[in-house]
């Protein structure tokens, strides 16, 4: 078979072994859907909400989603509660991938993006490629509720900021300095094309990532149904300033539609931006996948894509799957909720969830799994 004649279903071969059973899913998650019905179609009843608030966020947002939970709990809109619950790990200097204490640009500036978006409203702010303003995502809040704009961009979105109050901070910490320097006296020549080719990139945190990108995705649902989201990063390590990832843009990082469900994106950016990949979790939701089923047909949509890209990027590619990472968490309306990512070990990688369970780390579907030999 050709390279180019692969399908999803070539793909989706690939993800026996994951321990996926579709029928067991269905009967154990809670979903209360027969098999084949739709949550939402049209002319249909949008499928109904059950339970309290819930709260879903990629595994650095154990306290966002306790957050989120608990400011819905004061009747704060779900967006809204999104925000604040990830502004403690903005705030973090410890985060590397996010907010205060991100890794910078080439250039040595913390760049930041965010974004969110509101069910009931069907509304979305973003900035991007913001500097000195340590929380984005609140930025991005004001956008989406005091200008008729989704997005704004550099230095028109920091003069905004600044207008509405916003004190301007120095975002680099030392920490993050140094490993910048670090990567800054071994990068040679021209190494603009991902990766560098450095497994040792100066701190253990970054788990061998050359660069790294890490990102913090929360979706929240109210106990009426009403949905919000917001993804907040500073993006990937080291890039060349004035670019700007999935976080801020609405459908790649991002997505939510009050009538089906939420959905977001953190790793590879670009993966997610060719995709259109927090959109399409989104979609396929509405189509009668469960959240998780819909993370996994995104992520073999992507794996698909890079595969063909592998020609003219060969690192995108490694032996029988996706050379990155890329994870999507999605929540739909009825509180079902699921996250899967790209590669690695069954079991390694976690989302966090908060209900009326409390807050607690759960394991990722693989779409590629890595098993041990
Ligand atoms: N997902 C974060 C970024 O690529 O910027």
Redesign the pocket.
Known sequence: MSRDSRNDEDFSSQTRGTGIDRRKLLKTAGAGLVAGALPWNAGGEPIRPKGGSLAIASSNGLGTVAEAVTWMGKKVRPVSAAVRGVAGVEADPDDL?VGYGGLPNEDGVVQL?AACMDGPAHNAGSVACLEGIKHPAQVAELVMDRTDHVNLVGKGAKRFALEHGFPEEELLTDRARQIWLKWRAKRSGDDRLWPLGDTDPADPALQGEARP???IHCSALAPNGDLGCC?T????AF?IPG?????PLIGC?LYCDNEVGSAG??????A?IHSGGSWLVVERMRSGDTPEEACLFALRRVAKQAYRQSRWQPTLWDGDRPGFG?TFYALRRDGLYGSATLRGKPGDAKFAVCDSRGARLEACAVAFPIVAS
Do not use: M, Q
Not at 243 to 247: K, L, N, P
Not at 265 to 270: I, L, N, S, V
């Open positions: 991938s993006d990108w890490g990102t993804t990063t500073s993006g990937l890039k670019r700007i990832g999935d976080s990082g994106g953190t790793g590879r950016g670009e997610a890329l």
